[in-house]
């Protein structure tokens, strides 16, 4: 290839690893761009292996691609898959990959993302149990789907949700096992949450709130979730969808801080001036709520490639993007801006046209708006997020409020 | 399989060939056209894949719906009357030659 001096070499070769590929091309970076992951796929866009893609036989693989096979090459990025870096010899920046070869660097990304979390569950190595993270396996979901009557789900945030929407969709019999009180506890308001669990049980979808799994019990072609208490919950395949783990163990080989992810400063930066991490792996200092965070979204991985890029062609920022997710269940398309943690209030408005909006405060200052089916809303919430001022309590409770109207006439 | 003309900011020309049935943003980000980002994959999640339409082909790529309205004020550059977000416009053979010029900025 091109360059000649060892530049910068990314770990990973999810939608982070592409992005910031992208963007330091984009912004004139010389030296050698090299991606290291471990399947062998191109870079391509997971958020609709949960969606569109498991909802009917449309969608190819080329539909799901980061950048046409050719791009890479093109622009001069050296793109290694079905490989991967095992160790980082940070003294003398150089990596061993696990085909046996090394490589130098200049500066390391880690873009290893996440993987999901296993449970310690009897049964759960079943072949009649899956998982969703890639594509292969959103392919083996689709084929269970096609063929399956019965869908038993054990965990009730995103993923779980999404794909329980779809599989109800496709006409499965579906049930949810939660072990929390109630569904996405951990990054969605208990009343927003409420609102969509209420519209997916009126869809058919059955949900069993604060129930332990104790064991899978698979037989001839079907599969049971035995709960705490003897009680089957019979299925013709179980999803488990249970959350991630940060794939953080080579950067903690390596001598790297690790603390659910690898521990970066505000330029997502590791004590390692030639190290950085982004998106999944990355646990950051978040200025709006004051704490370090790790967050699993898209925007979240391309604004910290964008990030990074910045910092290696000289015009380091700190990172302080609003956060944004959404999530579609069903006919319910969930958007959020902010980020809920810490809140303290939430003021949830119903809204006509089966729309509905939740705003999260943090000692009266808000730090969230959720919303669905409500592009509107979250649109005006982004813009109010980002470049404040932001309504009080007061405001927002008031029957008149439109943030939309508050957005346009506020925000720059 | 219409070919779709992309000028960028500064006046450059990109031309893509592109299946049918596949949006315009789609088009331009697979083939690596610079100055579309499509973040959110085509959720109208975004507005980084804006463009505007040149005129004389406003008829054939038709009209922002009212949230694909609104989502376009989120863009980095001003949206105007010719503003659409390329994720949702699904590409068919009467989008042959359609020429849109691509913003200075997406994020």
């Known amino acids: ?412 | 399989m219409p070919r779709v003309n992309f000028v960028s900011a500064g006046g450059d020309v990109s031309s893509v060939d592109s299946a049918d049935g596949v949006s315009l943003m789609r088009a331009a980000v697979t083939n690596g056209v610079r100055g579309i980002v499509g973040e959110c994959g085509g959720n109208m999640m975004c507005a980084t894949c804006h463009v505007y339409v040149e005129p004389e082909f406003a008829a054939v790529a038709g009209l922002a719906s009212e949230d694909e309205a609104e989502m376009l004020e989120d863009a980095v550059c001003p949206p105007d009357e010719r503003s659409r977000l390329s994720c949702q416009i699904m590409l068919g053979p009467e989008h042959e030659g359609l020429t849109v010029v691509l913003p200075e900025a997406q994020v």
């Open chain 1, 1 to 412: 290839m091109g360059a000649a001096r060892p530049g910068v070499l990314i770990v990973g070769a999810g939608i982070a690893a592409g992005q910031l590929a992208v963007e330091l091309r984009q912004a004139g970076y010389s030296e050698s761009v090299t991606i290291v992951g471990d399947e062998p796929r191109f870079p391509y866009n997971r958020p609709p292996l949960s969606k569109e893609y498991l909802l009917g036989p449309g969608e190819g693989f080329d539909q799901l691609q980061f950048r046409a096979p050719a791009f890479y090459a093109d622009n001069d990025i050296d793109l290694i898959i079905d490989d991967a870096v095992v160790q980082v010899h940070r003294a003398d920046r150089r990596v061993t990959l696990a085909s046996g070869s090394t490589r130098t660097y200049d500066t390391l990304v880690f873009a290893t993302g996440a993987r999901n979390r296993q449970l310690p569950l009897a049964g759960a190595d079943s072949e009649r149990v899956l998982g969703l993270r890639t594509v292969d396996d959103a392919d083996r979901l689709r084929a269970e789907l096609d063929a399956g009557r019965r869908a038993a789900i054990i965990g009730g945030g995103f993923i779980g949700m999404e794909i329980a929407a779809v599989a109800r969709a496709r006409g499965l019999d579906v049930t949810v096992v939660e072990l929390a009180p109630r569904a996405m506890a951990r990054a969605l308001s208990a009343e927003t949450a409420a609102f969509i669990t209420d519209h997916l049980r009126r869809s058919g979808i059955t949900f069993r709130f604060e129930v332990v799994p104790q064991e899978i019990v698979a037989d001839a072609g079907a599969v049971g979730i035995v709960l705490s208490g003897g009680e089957r919950i019979d299925a013709d395949f179980v999803l488990l969808a249970a959350g991630v783990v940060p794939n953080a163990e080579i950067a903690a080989q390596s001598g790297l801080a690790v603390a659910n992810g690898i521990v970066v400063d505000e330029f997502l930066r590791t004590e390692d001036p030639h190290v950085y991490a982004i998106g999944d792996c990355a646990i950051f200092p978040h200025a709006d709520i004051g704490a370090r965070v790790r967050l699993e979204s898209v925007q979240n991985a391309t604004d910290q490639a964008r990030a990074v890029a910045a910092a290696l062609t000289g015009r380091p920022v700190p990172f302080e993007k609003v956060a944004w997710f959404w999530s579609h269940q069903g006919d319910l398309n969930l958007q959020i801006a902010g980020l809920s943690t810490g809140g303290d209030t939430t003021i949830a408005k119903p809204g006509p046209d089966g729309r509905f909006s939740a705003y999260v405060f943090a000692s009266e200052r808000l730090i969230s708006v959720e919303s669905v089916n409500f592009t509107a809303e979250h649109a005006a919430a982004r813009r109010v997020l980002a470049d404040g001022p932001r309504p009080t309590m007061t405001e927002v409770n008031d029957d008149g409020f439109s943030l939309r109207d508050y957005a346009r006439s506020r925000v720059a």
